[in-house]
């Protein structure tokens, strides 16, 4: 294999990485501070991405036509819209679902998710079809060899590894960040120390939808292609990661991302002329993992209470 | 209970809808109501299709309704089959136990068809395919009640590859999706590929709703085709052709059936779609006299979606269905004779002969070139005129 | 009397349902359903009911079979009807393998498509080879399913809670792409499947009551039936026996369980193990009533649908699980009416529902073990 083959694999993998995290940081906030899984999060990073889609239509119709205003605009619209939606579902849905089974929340969600993917493909004008997202960022490239390395992946890259860094940074240096850390430990104590636990809550899930929905846009201008489904597959493999990495931990989002994008990549690159096997591989490599390490490869740092 | 009150409000909303026109018709006139299926996908992933279908045949019905000459007033029962051969049968069963239901059209999906075939033998029900291309849900059986009015996938990758060879065009890579419908163009395309000289490079199955083909056209550029296939639907297409771009691979794109809609400049722009070819059965809606029709009544009708690349075919499957109702009347088994001696049965897409397993053998296969974000007919295109050029064999 | 008087007024209740075709029949037997239950709430007849149920058990469960049969052969001769009660008595088998693991033991398996689906194709098979006596191929189903599920004891023992939840969901993902990419069992094309024989018994002919004319259905539905009964007997068997016991403290606390000397790992490995076996069986006498199976019938999806009837219908909770198949199986089925817009509209009735009942439908009730003495309150 020639190094531009190697360096393509790469620098895919690692975009795909980036994606994934951008995904699986949400149900790792999500699960740090109410122990559930929001399985619409994939669709609700769908609708971001939708959102985006109509304020750049929008943009157009008023005659705003340079890209980086268009960019601007666009993510403004979706991650605040995204983040909305997010505090409502926690508030309306999950909210006062806590003393119900988890696994209940766990239904709700699904069922909401498919109704959102339902409601996106009947209302949305046209939306059972795809849509071309626009390309807002430069396609300038750099030709190594036979590697083409494009401007648009590395804003992509750097910006969304940005993000991550920037969310890290608010989890553990600010004041909304101790305070979700609060929760996260031990809701009552919490309680009683003075944190506002249910605007705490909405904060959390408002940042984690928003970061799906910046996914989701990333998602868009990589591919210039949007549909409904888009969500449920970077779900499903969101969820994956996080848990693979460890739910509750960044690190652990980060780290189950990009391993499952590696194992991706390196199960169409390796398996030659047996593409379609590279989920197969992917999975089962997912499964020895959780065999292997049954709390994600960073665990949470808890103990049973006897 | 507000929001039972809410929900069954809701349900009442819907279905009115539906069923306003019908119950208009009804009142206005006191012929005999026959009831007439149809069975698509009109929930997830294809849904776009199966709608256009389900369009289309709502109009087939409609247009005779309104004809003063027709001995019946028909009424349309669409079914969703959600693309899964167990509510395939399950509503195929519905359908053929429903004593006042005399014939149907269905499905574009084949692995529901090669569900639901024995459903309809058994129970008796005349049941033509408008949109699943799979040869054995002909040919696999002997069943006079099931017959087909498009072409089998057999017939278009035969005039593709012909088409294609004779440009010039040598080496060619496939991406097909892990559905009978990817593969079995898969197998198909590559089998007269083979036969007219040229080779199959490579072949990457991928699965129907995969997003990142990075890794396949990754593969793909390193053994530099001259031409790159994908065999699947619409969201593949783009998504292939669309990163097929990122890498720098300057190739033909070439699709099949599957992928000729109006969705696929949607979701690409004009200018990436440029030059990608296709293949479909049947003439263009616009070059056949009943075509023009068709395309302008669906206007008119105002629908919500577009008739997709099978509207065609669900319209000339409804009609050829009504017109044999109003031949040998609303009974079973004479729509099954009738449609045993169909010969030359006019209708929008050309000519309709039935062979002695239902399969409609006057398979017209069109070439199609994606121009100025248009499918133009291969030969009245200025590719094929010289004013344009494809990618040049290498 | 209140119990009886329940099981006679649901399966007149589910006639009903069977029968409507209109729009407005559909509506107002929901909307009937809804404000029956309210009623029932607001007068105490629920506590009425729960406590008739409570006292006499078998003689209820007994005749709620006999109401079954009942239904079943007063729909003889309409085949549509009978694959729906089949369908349905089918997916409540399902869910009840699926109780046993996270009902009992807090097992979550997001694969049960899966299972269920190597239950069918092993009967598409087998069938094909005539030596095997197709009833052996029920059995045989269910021990596949339970033989694929053993190279994922070791991850399920060792993980517990949502770190389980993603191995099974993997797992659903990987068994359906494999059969999809691989040819030998049909690919996406899927299998065709022989159906059921017994000796001197073709479940392919309509069998003849009395000179009159049947579906073939009937068949399946009886054998369904019966199947659904013993299946249900077992559970209820399981969850009075210590096993049952076990498996409760569990998914109570595991910690305390090992405490008190219950081997942990032995406890769910039977209840996987015994789940999938049920699931298996089930779908082979899926696979062979609908005669056709693909991988597009055993998706992720379809492995929602059976955690969903777990869950609505409470968990742990048979009965609920029965309410729960009919609503998932037949609403779908019913909102055809709605076409493109069925599954929107299910998916909001099951929030709703699930907001309004957080426990579901019908909630498991502590252990009771002395089920015929008349307990306090």
Redesign the interface.
Known sequence: MDFGLIAQYLANGILLGTMYALVAVGFTLFFGVLDVIKFSHGDVLMLGTFIGFTAWLGLEAVGVTNPWLQLAGVLLCSLAGTALIGAAIANWLILPLKRAPQLNTLLITLMLGTAIREAVRLFYPNGSNPKAFPALLPDASVEIGSFALRADSVILVVSGLALIGALNLVINRTRLGLAIRAVAQDEETARTMGINYTLVVLATFAIGSGVAAFAGIMNGLYYNEINFGMGLILGLIGFSAAIVGGLGNLYGAILGGFLFAGLQVVGSALLPFASAYKDVFAFAVVIALMAWKPTGLIPERSSDRV | MKFNTRKSLRAVVFSVGTSASLLAAVAAQAKDTVELGFIGPLTGGVSSMGLGGRNSAELAVQLRNADPNSKYHYELVALDDECKPNVGVQVATKLATDRKVVGTIAHYCSAVAMGTVDVYHRFGLPMTVWGAVLPDITYGNDYPEITRVNGTMINQNEKAASVMTGLGYKTFAIIHDTTDYGKGHNTYLTQFLTEGGASVVGAFGVTADQQDFTAELTQVKALNPDVVVYAGLTPGGVRVRQQMEKLGIEAVFEGVSGIKSDAFFEGLGGELAEGTMTFLEGAPAEKLPGGAYFLKEYEAAGFDSPPEAYGPFAFAAMDLLIDAVEASGPDRKAIVEYMGGVKEHASITGPITFDDHGQNTVALITAYVAQDGKWVVWEDSEYASGARKLVAPK | MAGALVVLGAGHYGWALLMAEE??Q??GL??LA??AT?AAYKTGFVRRVERDWAEAEPQLNRLAFAVLIGLILVLAG???AL??IS?VLLYFIASLGLNIQ?GFTGL?NFAGAAFFGAGAYTAAVLGAQALIPPLLILIAGGIVAMAISL??L??IV??????A???T???G??FR??L??NEILG????LMVESMKLPGWDFYNAPNLFGFET?FYLNYALMAAGLAALVFALFRRLERSWIGLHMDAVRLD???AA?FGISVRKTKILAFLLGNLILGVSGAL?GMM?????P??FT?SDS?LL??IV??GG?GSPWGGVVAATIVVLLP?K???????????F??????V???R??GLLPRHLRNFFPNRRTGA
């Open positions: 729009t407005w559909v509506v929901l909307a809804g404000m309210i309409s085949h549509f694959l729906m369908t996270f979550v190279p994922l070791v991850p060792r993980t517990t809670g949502h770190y939840a993603v191995v969901i993997a797992f993902v990987l792409t494999f999809e990419v690919g996406p094309q899927g579906s595991e910690t305390a405490c899926y609908i005669s056709f199976i693909a597009a019938s992720f929602l955690v969903s869950l609505l968990l089925e909102l055809q009416l709605l076409q493109e817009y069925r599954f929107l509209l998916s909001i009735l099951v929030i709703l699930l907001l309004f957080p426990e």
